[in-house]
């Protein structure tokens, strides 16, 4: 079946310390996306990629790195400099960008912080 | 203020009830709305595209208004499965989504 994958489904990081997250699609989708949201909101923009080997930054960048090696995969790091890194990260796709499709979500991932 | 801004909720009704939620969008570029529903703790999933003639799925209708740029979802004999938040979703490009409107439904 085709999908967004997400791992892991949970994730402890400590203090100081970088943590990546996995981000893999199987729908040949060119575009990706990375969302935060935190207890009671809605979805914030981290980073996003329209092509292989080029992306931007969304609303929230501060503290997170992304690669796009591969149409495939869009891993998310969230470095240490993200002091309030703790919330639910979904990963989504769609055709291209910009287009009017809409968005294929991943089961997501909680980070927590020890 | 916000691209995107939903009714704050939260809305608790009984089963049977008609609710109704709005979402209205700055950008009048905007080319394609959505209705997600999101359930705690798990990713969004689509419960509706919205267009200008408005569309209707079993107890769900959707509308658009472009020109007071807002859109709504109406749900008619709430179930305690239509339980969860919904989310309103506004493509200008990118895509911009409110903040959600929980709904409880109770027996």
């Known amino acids: 079946d085709g999908g967004i994958t997400q791992s892991p489904k949970y994730l402890f990081r400590k203090e100081g310390q970088n943590v990546t997250l996995s981000c893999e699609q199987n729908?040949?989708?060119?575009?990706m996306y990375w969302y935060r949201q935190d207890p009671g909101q809605g979805l914030r923009l981290i980073y996003y990629s329209q092509i292989v080997n080029d992306f931007q930054k969304g609303d929230i960048a501060e503290g997170y790195s992304v690669s796009r090696e591969k149409k495939e995969s869009f891993p998310l790091t969230v470095t240490s400099a993200q002091k309030n890194p703790t919330a639910f990260y979904l990963c989504?796709?769609?055709?291209?960008?910009?287009?009017?499709?809409?968005?294929?979500f991943g089961s997501g991932t909680q980070l927590s912080v020890l | 203020r916000k691209e995107v801004e939903q009714d704050p909720g939260p809305f608790n009704v009984p089963e049977g009830a008609t609710v109704a939620f709005n979402c209205t969008y700055s950008?009048?570029?905007?080319?394609?709305f959505f209705w997600y529903r999101q359930d705690c703790r798990k990713e969004p999933k689509l419960l509706m595209s919205?267009?200008?003639s408005g569309n209707e799925d079993g107890r769900f209708t959707a509308q658009l208004n472009r020109a007071s740029q807002y859109i709504s979802l109406l749900i008619r004999d709430s179930k305690l499965s239509d339980s969860a938040t919904y989310l309103c979703v506004v493509n200008a490009g990118k895509s911009t989504f409110g903040d959600g409107t929980t709904l409880t439904v109770k027996p």
């Open positions: 989504a796709s769609k055709i291209g960008a910009p287009t009017n499709e809409k968005l294929f």
């Open positions: 950008n009048s570029a905007s080319q394609s």
């Open positions: 919205v267009y200008s």
């Open positions: 729908l040949n989708h060119d575009a």
